[in-house]
């Protein structure tokens, strides 16, 4: 294999540039080039790419974002276009190709290897940490310290006024990013998608807190939590209790922002082990983390698994020390 492409695929996730590095760095001392295709799998099939060498790849470790870009390419689910891209990489001589993100890109990248032979090996890259088989995906760390930082701040507000504050962290279909940050910003409610707390129930908790002397609280509420995420509970809540409150919305400053030293160090170990996969001839897998080390699973397990169970442990955790 002289020739590998690299995407970046779904949402960005910080983390994703100090993956994209680690691929080119790593095939060089292969003796591989690698092209990096723009905006995701749009670029594989209109044969969008540049080069990538060692220079190109230098003072991105700490950078948020992805310098290729990427996008959710909903003509990719077409047999026909990924035919396309097939032949387009066939055509260009690109042997390989490593897709960093989430369970969707996936889906994609193993299509493309079994209907066209195409070697592929994924990363999985996005802040929610929805994707079976590895304990972290790009990005989450980042997101997660990013919301914990941003509650830190609420918290002088709400201690000082008395006020109460819901706040919104991303996650449409999972709580990691919410279940995380509340054990880690102390939150006095976490509210995810996974599980249904009725809103009398938080309120009847939060009522036994402030019967206790707690003057102000913070609930840390997904946005697909099926109350409506956090405008929907906190109305439903302020209608069962008299309460002071705010909302406010994290929304894409979760995504941005330069990665944790924990995203860098999985993305660089992933990406290193994801090449090494395919120079060794091992395709079709996912490196992602396993016991926090590098660890190949196959891609077909992957997909066919929706994503890893709520740490609920941890949310019981969140509500035992809430005070
Ligand atoms: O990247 C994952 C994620 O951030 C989800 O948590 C969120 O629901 C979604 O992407 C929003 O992405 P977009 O605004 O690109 O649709």
Redesign the pocket.
Known sequence: MQRIGVLTS????PGMNAAIRAIVRRAWHHDIEVVGYEDGYSGLVEGAYRELDNRSVGNVIQRGGTILGTS?CAEFYRPDVRALAAQRMVADGIKGLVVIG?DGSFRGALELAEEHGVAVCGIPG???NDVWGTEETL?FDT?VNTAMQAIDALRDTSESTGTNFFVEV?????GA?ALYTGLAAGAAGVLIPETSEPPIELAKRLQRSIGRGKRSHIVVVS??DEAGGAFGVAHQVAELMDIEFRVTVLG?T??GGSPTARDRIIATESGVLAVDALVAGTYGMMAGMQHREPTLVPLADVVAHRHSEAELDKLRLAMELAG
Do not use: L, N, V
Not at 10 to 13: H, L, M, T, V
Not at 170 to 174: E, K, L, W, Y
């Open positions: 779904g949402g960005d996730a959710r989430g996005t802040i929610d990005g997101a991303m996650g449409r279909t999972s990013i946005e697909g894409h979760q995504r």
